[in-house]
């Protein structure tokens, strides 16, 4: 399966921003859930931010307030706007969109992760 496109990771200061980016396939943009997950040292990939094809959003408690998933569907993208960035918030993050088939399999997609370095 296709992998997804992302970008806009890098290194800031902490109360910094940063827009995470990331390019789904066409033909499953329109059905798929997407969302944005992150992975630290010595931990499982957790949720950050989700949000379906219909607009409904879902956030970690730790992103509540300070990050902002949007959908582009002109671009086939899903948007991470990241506010007031924490050491805590220092991660792989990765773009994933899934989507269920119409034999009932469940299709996964991921992206490569792009780094995200927040310091003091």
């Known amino acids: 399966q296709e992998q997804l496109v992302e970008s806009g990771g890098g290194s800031v200061q902490a109360g910094g921003s940063l827009r995470l980016s990331c390019t789904a396939p066409r033909s499953i943009f329109g059905v798929a859930a997407t969302g944005w997950f992150r992975q630290v040292p010595g931990s499982q990939r957790d949720m950050v931010a989700a949000?379906?094809?219909?607009?409904?959003?879902n956030y970690a408690d730790s992103a509540k307030g300070r990050f902002t998933i949007s959908r582009n569907d002109a671009k086939n993208s899903v948007d991470l706007q990241m506010n007031s960035l924490k050491p805590e918030d220092t991660a792989v993050y990765y773009c994933?969109?899934?989507?269920?088939?119409?034999?009932?399999?469940?299709?996964?997609?991921w992206g490569q992760g792009t780094k995200v370095t927040d310091s003091s």
């Open positions: 994933n969109a899934r989507r269920t088939t119409s034999d009932h399999r469940t299709l996964s997609y």
């Open positions: 949000i379906t094809s219909v607009g409904n959003i």
